[in-house]
């Protein structure tokens, strides 16, 4: 399969790490790049790195197969657009955008235009996550009741644009999209409702961290924190099923299973706990569980690029879908909805913009 030109509009921070990966990739090739701020323009070229005049340019280029979209999120919608009417298959940084109309739109100009769209969920391919996949999905410790999933720094949002609400900023935007996919690729059930609450710590524009809870029809809960004010930092990953619990404190360290064999001790002995004590919270033992580890998975980002490319052949379906892409920005509009309001939002709200 020979490899794609692939040409990349926003030479910041993402966009640098997008340039980085095509460069050593097996499925495409880094036409070049453009910027708005002519200092990007001209550090791409310091690196060899050809660098588009201006936007016209590069989406008249013929030689262009695949653009990826990695600008500020305000900027995303007219730039799509227009990649997409030049007939070029677009990958756009997430989230896609703001409003779901638009999303719309542009789903419905990928269709007229014959070409292939989607969002770049990269942190589909975290191994913590991954390992929670394999968790749930080999039913290590049966089925799933309640996932909490946290981020937690210490350092603000970034004093760039991120930090405004004009150009899209704040954390459900930033690192909650990708939360909020990663949840939706395990909870296998349609969501009834969501409830979330946002804070101010460090911004008075726009939400420094969230904490959101999304109640599915099939009874399982699911909960989504991420905090930019957090100097002790909580589990990334915290897991209960049927038969046990898991879970991982950091990405680079291994998840941690325990599994009950037996329900109940024939004498289970009080404890002393503070100023009292409890049988109700007395330790297990290696009676009634098994305690072990789950390997790091073994996982390739560049793999979004791999299958990106074989869908734009033909050869494979989207990883990423319309579909998924819609329902992520669904949970978000949902989300800011209930931060509004103080209330639960029913998922089956219509919520066209926020």
Not at 78 to 89: D, Y
Not at 264 to 270: A, G, S
Request: negative net charge.
């Amino acid at each position: 399969m020979a490899k794609k030109n692939l040409a990349i509009i926003g030479y910041g921070g993402q966009g640098g790490w997008h340039a980085q990966m095509a460069q050593s990739s097996d499925v495409v090739e880094l036409k070049g790049v453009y910027d708005i701020l002519p200092e990007r323009n001209a550090l791409a070229e310091s690196r060899g790195i050809l660098a588009y005049p201006d936007l016209g340019a590069l989406l008249s280029d013929p030689s262009v197969d695949i653009v990826t979209v990695a600008t500020p999120n305000d900027t995303h919608y007219e730039i799509v657009l227009k990649a997409l009417k030049a007939g070029k298959n677009v990958i756009c940084e997430k989230p896609v955008e703001m409003q779901y109309d638009r999303v719309l739109e542009m789903i419905r100009t990928a269709k007229e235009n014959g070409v292939c769209f989607t969002v770049h969920q990269n942190r589909r391919w975290d191994v913590d996550f991954l390992a929670m996949k394999r968790i749930l999905r080999e039913g290590m410790i049966g089925a799933p009741l309640h996932i909490e999933s946290r981020v937690h720094g210490s350092r603000g949002i970034p004093s760039d644009w991120r930090g405004t609400k004009a150009h899209g900023g704040g954390m459900i935007l930033d690192w909650g999209v990708h939360l909020i996919d990663q949840i939706l690729q395990l909870i296998d059930s349609e969501i009834d409702s969501v409830f979330c609450d946002v804070t101010h710590y460090t911004n008075k524009e726009v939400d420094d961290g969230f904490r959101l809870n999304i109640y599915f029809k099939n009874g399982v809960t699911a909960f989504v924190e991420v905090g930019t004010f957090n100097f002790i930092a909580m589990p990334r990953f915290y897991l209960q099923c049927e038969k046990g619990t898991s879970m991982i404190r950091d990405w680079r360290e291994c998840a941690k299973v325990v599994r009950y064999k037996y329900w109940h001790e024939n004498d289970v002995m009080p404890v002393q706990t503070a100023a009292g004590i409890t049988k109700t919270m007395a330790p297990r033992d290696e009676i009634t569980t098994d305690i072990f580890e789950v390997e790091r998975p073994v996982a390739d980002v560049h793999d979004f690029y791999r299958n990106y490319v074989r869908a734009v052949d033909g050869l494979e379906p989207q990883l990423v879908t319309h579909e998924q892409m819609l329902r992520v920005m669904k949970v978000m509009l949902s989300a800011f909805r209930s931060a509004e309001t103080h209330q639960v939002v029913s998922f089956r709200e219509d919520l066209s913009c926020f």
